[in-house]
């Protein structure tokens, strides 16, 4: 099997690492990539919302399946005119990528599936915000009902914050969510859908905010971990139930069936658990854990997927022990990353890329805010987490930053769920 990987983040490295391991993929390819993904894959430029390069980019090289990384290229219809060319594509389609690309979207599937979820406050003009943040009173959710890159969402108790929040994303020109807040752990539930049916992958924890113990503003996500000890034993099998099922079976009902990688945001409040956003695609960072966990070989998942049935791939194979990644970000991230720095020990085991390139001299330099994520494998979080803090420590990279407490809680066992 010839794949063509779309995207450029350590999401995209963690699916080549996967895909390179198994023996039914006979070439990779990336666009556009990174100075990491080279060493997996044949790297070719394109504009990755753009579905008429894309698929030119696919027919070229003659591969047998694309596979769309990042929301963007999906909200912009790429996989529909990679299908449209005959050439089988993991990623839905623009119209169920609504599930991701709007907000309001996803709460009106919620609503018309049953599933739990936060009551929501649609906003679209500065004159309702005052209603909604007090209808919901504090802590204040405020979220960019739109593409956001995993930083439109502000949770705060300072009613001025909530309200500037709120403004400057009308001002952009997007619609405001305001929802009332949900109470207990968070969890990532990835699951690989057909249309029909949906195969849940290992549940994840990442953490958003820039600073040690959940302090600053939010970010793409600055680390992840798998699996979960604390979590229920009857998690999966609860939002499988309550989530996922009626959530596909909505989607196929309005006539946009969901094929790809649906990404459940979840809190496990003390009724149960409780949805926060979808995402329709692969979320970063918990893909490089969950993926470096899988031993299912990945690319008959993903072709089952694009073919319409997984039906031979409902029963998924994991490695023993836990995985953790760490984010290395850039000077001054979130805010306007610093780039062009050298890096040095990128080239390490475990060393995912993801804001990097190389220079005129062939060197690897920083290109982005999340600059690499870097893994640790062990028999439980304690051994994952000394080795992922290990391999950090390898790395070098000006005014760079990271944080230091990935998954210390759930290895301390101070995560815990509410009871009802």
Known sequence: MKILVIGSGAREHALLRALHRDPAVTALHVAPGNAGTAALATTHPVAVADPAAVTALARGIGVDLVVIGPEVPLVAGVADAVRAAGIAAFGPSAAAARIEGSKAFAKDVMAQA????????????AAEVDAALAATGAPYVVKDDGLAAGKGVVV???????????LDVLAGGH??????FLSGPEVSLFAICDGTRAVPLLPAQDFKRVGDGDTGPNTGGMGAYAPLPWAPADLVATVRA???DPVIAEMARRGSPFSGLLYAGLVLTPTGPQVIEFNCRFGDPETQVVLELLETPLAGLLAASAAG????????????GSAVTVVVAAENYPGAPVTGDVITGADADGVLHAGTATDDTGAVVSAGGRVLSVLGLGGDLDEARTQAYERVSGIGLRGSHHRTDIALAAAQGRVTVPAP
């Open 114 to 125: 049953g599933v739990p979820t936060a009551a929501a406050f649609p906003v679209t003009a």
């Open 156 to 166: 705060t108790e300072d009613l001025t914050t909530a309200r500037d929040h709120a």
């Open 175 to 180: 619609p405001v969510l305001i929802e009332s």
């Open 242 to 244: 309550t989530v996922l």
């Open 309 to 320: 049935d997984l039906s031979d791939h409902t029963d998924l194979v994991w490695r023993d």
